[in-house]
Every structure is written in structure tokens, then in C-alpha cells.
């Protein structure tokens, strides 16, 4: 059997939401093993300190603001991207808002917000991209998370949205297959550092409730979930599609509800129509 080597020197790598925690971590990944690399956020400013933080990696890297709400915005990052590095290899969409609210303390405004970043925004970057993917051969990696198939209180809004992302990868699985595209999802857990952790579990004695319920008894790192990306848009994954691919320790094994769970009854909680 002939030895499968990976390597991303003429992979070209598109990251929605590339620009801070878990994405970045992403992007950062797949700079340090030589692909050239696009990131999109809505600040410029996060951007342009990302873009700067992958060439001093000595990545090919450049950078656009747009929010996923906006498909022409969406479109027209990609298409510079596609104008800079050609056909986009491999895609990562993982743009999400997110904030611990009751179904009965939000707004529909609110309920909304997140379901148009998580839900909304992950099929406009989809769908503007396709064109502009490798046929055969790109990848696509949606970042969702345990919300998907786990009920979580205070949660009601991203468990919809994510659950959806997560049917949309498998649906698109199918339909892109014959273009000889793949396409999974991948879940992270507990990530030390990452906004998301910040808004759910802000207080010291929520984070032991946390660290206590992953068997792997330790917090997950941003190159955790990378590690994951770069497994599945490689030759090792090749026969890999529509999956729903967890890296989190086991949390999702139970305890990330008993965590939510535990932590509900003094998590602040919004009823603001912007998940921010």
C-alpha cells in the first residue's frame, strides 16, 4: 500500500469567521503546513491582525470584512480570494453568535440573530463559494457544535441553528458528491480561551462544573479542533463525508448538558435582539 503523505503547500483555504478563537486556530493550522490562506470576519481591524499573524508564519495569506448575514458581502470576499489564489481547496464556514438566554426571555429579534449567523450565514458562504471550489477534490468544514443533537438550557436558539447546519452538511454531501466535493461537520467541546466558553460558563465555579464533565479530563485548545480540519480535508479522509465529527474529549457524551444543566440557574441571560 502506497504511504499517503499530507501536504497543503498548493492547497488554497478559505476560513469564514477566521479571525479570532477556534477559526483562527484553524487557520493557523493550515498557514504553519504551507496552504495559502483567506480569512473573513465582520471587523476589519480583526482581519487585517490576522491576515498580519499568518504571514509572519510565512503563509501567502490575505483577509476581507463581510458579514455571513450579507450573501453579496459573503460573495465578494470569496471572489477576491478566489482572484488572489484560485480554485478554494478547502472551505471552513464557522461563523456563529451565540448567548444563554430562556425561549420565553427572548425576543424573536434575538431567537433570529443567532439562527441568521449559525444557520443563514452558513448556507450563504456555501453557496457563494461553490462556484469557486475545486471540482473534484475541495472540501468544505462546517464548524458546528454539541448543540446540534444535544438539548441544552438556554440554548434553544443554537440548538436549532446548529442542528440545521448539521442536516444542511448532510444534505450537501449528497448533492455535491458528484462534483467530487466532500463535506462534514465538525463539532468542538470545551475550548479553553474561546469566546463561546466565555459567554456560557463566565464564572470560575461553571468552568470546574466544565473541566469535571470531559472524560479526557483536561480543556480542549483551538489546534484540537485544527488537528481535526486538517485530518479530514487531507488524503487520509478521503472516503470521509457527510459526518458530524466530534473533537471534544467526550464531552458530548453527557457532560456537556450536565454542565449547562448545573449552570443554568446563575447564568446571566439576554433578551437583546444581537447576538453580538
Given at each position: 500500500m502506497a504511504r499517503v503523505t499530507v501536504d497543503f503547500s498548493e492547497t488554497t483555504v478559505f476560513v469564514a469567521g477566521g479571525t479570532s478563537g477556534i477559526n483562527f486556530g484553524i487557520a493557523e493550522a493550515f498557514a504553519t503546513a504551507?496552504?495559502?490562506?483567506?480569512?473573513?470576519?465582520?471587523?476589519?481591524?480583526k482581519v487585517d491582525a490576522a491576515v498580519a499573524r499568518?504571514?509572519?508564519?510565512?503563509?501567502?495569506?490575505?483577509?476581507?470584512?463581510?458579514?455571513?448575514?450579507?450573501?453579496?458581502?459573503?460573495?465578494?470576499?470569496?471572489?477576491?480570494?478566489?482572484?488572489?489564489?484560485?480554485?478554494?481547496?478547502?472551505?471552513?464556514?464557522?461563523?456563529?453568535?451565540?448567548?444563554?438566554?430562556?425561549?420565553?426571555?427572548?425576543?424573536?429579534?434575538?431567537?433570529?440573530?443567532?439562527?441568521?449567523?449559525?444557520?443563514?450565514?452558513?448556507?450563504?458562504?456555501?453557496?457563494?463559494?461553490?462556484?469557486?471550489?475545486?471540482k473534484p477534490g475541495a472540501v468544505v468544514i462546517n464548524v458546528s457544535a454539541p448543540q446540534a443533537f444535544l438539548p441544552m438550557p438556554l440554548q434553544s436558539h443554537v440548538c436549532a441553528a446548529k442542528a440545521g447546519v448539521d442536516m444542511m452538511t448532510?444534505?450537501?454531501?449528497?448533492?455535491?458528491?458528484?462534483?467530487?466535493?466532500?463535506?462534514?461537520?465538525?463539532?468542538?467541546?470545551?475550548?479553553?480561551?474561546?469566546?463561546?466558553?466565555d459567554r456560557l460558563f463566565p464564572m470560575p465555579e461553571a468552568r470546574q462544573v466544565v473541566l469535571s464533565t470531559v472524560p479526557a479530563a483536561r480543556w480542549g485548545q483551538?489546534?484540537?479542533?485544527?488537528?481535526?480540519?486538517?485530518?479530514?480535508?487531507s488524503p487520509l479522509a478521503d472516503y470521509v463525508t457527510g459526518v458530524v465529527l466530534a473533537a471534544d474529549g467526550g464531552w458530548s457524551l453527557g457532560g456537556a448538558i450536565t454542565a449547562m444543566a448545573a449552570s443554568s440557574a446563575v447564568l446571566p441571560t439576554r433578551s437583546d435582539d444581537d447576538s453580538g
Open positions: 504551507g496552504a495559502r490562506v483567506a480569512v473573513m470576519s465582520r471587523s476589519k481591524e499568518l504571514q509572519a508564519l510565512g503563509a501567502p495569506a490575505i483577509g476581507g470584512a463581510a458579514d455571513v448575514r450579507d450573501p453579496e458581502a459573503t460573495r465578494a470576499v470569496l471572489e477576491l480570494a478566489h482572484k488572489a489564489f484560485g480554485d478554494i481547496d478547502v472551505l471552513v464556514s464557522g461563523a456563529a453568535g451565540n448567548f444563554p438566554a430562556a425561549a420565553l426571555d427572548m425576543s424573536p429579534n434575538a431567537f433570529r440573530s443567532v439562527v441568521d449567523i449559525d444557520l443563514l450565514g452558513s448556507y450563504h458562504v456555501l453557496r457563494a463559494a461553490y462556484p469557486l471550489l475545486r448532510r444534505v450537501l454531501a449528497i448533492e455535491w458528491g458528484g462534483d467530487g466535493i466532500r463535506i462534514n461537520s465538525v463539532v468542538p467541546g470545551a475550548i479553553e480561551g474561546t469566546e463561546g466558553m483551538p489546534r484540537d479542533v485544527a488537528n481535526v480540519c486538517l485530518f479530514l480535508a
